[in-house]
């Protein structure tokens, strides 16, 4: 079948919008700009629109015939704390913030197929629109879950779609079971007696412990996790002292630890709170220990049998089989799209963006959505719906 003719006329106005939020990046909870021109559009389109839950988030419904089924389509909405590098006509105008991500070409995807499916109504059911915010680690899926979001629009199953460098431009990725791998941080404070660098034995060496734990940390998960499952434990912060000549007071160590089941994720934290704690009494230092100290922890993404079956059939009737993969390895970022798939049956793909080379890569500074993609991510939705909420012949 391909894309959809309606969607390729469509092509130009999704990339105008694309770049439109590429040039205005805004960050978890400030999608304030973002969701006004979503909430716009969607107004235009004919759509009910509900601002603001989960602070920023938008939810479209579109209504077509007399069927009770209901299906959720969600993007995310905001941006990254990064500084872009790219010199583009659309380049970010908000020093330090940029789309890395992808989530402009998301939101413009799903803008897209709202407007088709608006001026079509081939379908019978109901479709939420969910323009989600706060995805890059501040989980604003949780918060609209936390809002109400499936109390106040209660749907049968809820998709979601992220773009992929290093998969084939306009090729699809997905499988049923773990697509993404759980998120969650770590906090270890080392406290000790500051001393004068060239007297150490006069106090508490919280560097030496700190250089130590960092060590120990990465035997996790090659001598106490399964071989046969996956993890990875990362340090990612060291902060501590202030001058050249003195063993400071304290010490900061912060990480993140992902894997691809809630027992794995048990074993990780258990091991960690135990490595922290015996290297602690062996340079005689305090510890304080805290997980996920900011923000929650986001679970493992889990895609359910049916619905990524019907996820296959739409794409399949997009791109065909030879753009299809149905046994990608699973992935160690991780996606709060998982919150609502604990709580609804669902299915998250993966759309190729073609190349990573040259920086083109997640949270990049050099990274830029592929605008070619546009059609194709946007007839996906629209496939799925129309399969999804079919009209009886």
């Not at 716009?40 to 009770?68: P, R, Y």
């Not at 790219?86 to 913030?97: F, I, Q």
């Not at 915010?133 to 499936?150: H, I, S, T, V, Y």
């Amino acid at each position: 079948m391909g894309v959809y003719a309606g969607i390729a006329a469509m092509h130009d106005e999704m990339r105008q919008w694309r770049r439109y939020f590429h040039s205005f990046p805004e960050t978890a909870y400030e999608e304030v700009q973002t969701a006004a021109f979503i909430g716009k559009k969607l107004q235009s389109f004919g759509l009910d629109v509900v601002q603001g839950l989960g602070m920023t988030g938008v939810v479209a419904t579109l209504t077509a015939g007399a069927s009770g089924k209901k299906i959720a389509l969600r993007a995310d909405m905001d941006a990254l704390f990064i500084e872009e590098r790219n010199d583009l006509s659309y380049k970010s105008c908000h020093p330090g913030k940029m789309h890395a991500c992808g989530h402009d070409g998301h939101s413009a995807m799903l803008l897209g197929a709202a407007k088709y499916l608006a001026e079509r109504r081939h379908f019978d059911g109901t479709v939420y629109f969910i323009f989600q915010p706060a995805e890059e680690g501040r989980a604003g899926a949780k918060k609209m879950l936390d809002d109400g979001l499936f109390e106040r629009f209660p749907v049968q199953a809820v998709y979601g779609l992220h773009n992929f460098p290093d998969i084939p431009a306009g090729h699809f990725a997905v499988k049923s079971g773990a697509m993404m791998a759980s998120l969650d941080c770590f906090e270890i404070a080392y406290r000790g007696t500051a001393t004068h660098a060239a007297m150490p034995h006069l106090g508490n060496d919280v560097m030496l412990g700190a250089a130590q734990l960092v060590t120990a940390l990465q035997s996790i998960v090659s001598r106490n996790i399964d071989p046969a499952e996956a993890a990875v434990v990362s340090i990612t912060q060291i902060h501590g002292g202030n001058t050249w000549n003195a063993i400071p007071e304290e010490i900061v160590l912060r990480g993140t630890y992902r894997c691809f089941s809630q027992s794995v994720q048990a074993q990780v934290q258990d091991k960690i709170r135990h490595i922290a704690e015996a290297a602690a009494r062996c340079f005689e230092l305090q510890a304080e220990i805290r997980f996920n100290p900011e923000n929650p922890g986001y679970p493992v993404t889990v895609n359910s049998e049916h619905e990524t079956a019907c996820a296959i059939e739409a794409a399949r009737a997009v791109v065909g089989n030879q753009a299809l993969n149905l046994e990608p390895a699973a992935s160690m970022g991780s996606e709060d799209f998982a919150f609502m798939l604990q709580q609804k049956p669902g299915c998250y793909i993966w759309l190729g963006n073609g190349p990573g080379t040259g920086g083109c890569l997640l949270h990049n500074p050099h990274y830029d959505f592929n605008d070619e993609i546009l059609p194709i991510g946007a007839s996906y939705w629209v496939k799925l719906v129309e399969m999804q909420l079919a009209k009886a012949d």
